[in-house]
């Protein structure tokens, strides 16, 4: 069994800050990552219209901070 999720494509993804996006993912890794089985994604579908360099910020941040060891 794995949790899949939760970042908020729209006001998160779209149109968050660096900072936004980081905190984002720091919150949702502390929640869920604990125990294992934990896949960090968004809520939904990303927008079309979202900026790629949020779309890697996001996948960086996650790479960084989401390794089970």
Known sequence: MFIKGNIDPVN?????????????VRRR???A???GGYILSTA???SPRTPPRNIELLS???RELGKYE
């Open 60 to 62: 960086r941040i996650g």
């Open 29 to 31: 890794l502390q929640i």
């Open 44 to 46: 939904c579908s990303v």
């Open 12 to 24: 998160e993804l779209l149109n968050g800050s660096d900072d936004v996006i980081e905190k984002a």
């Open 33 to 35: 990552k604990p125990g």
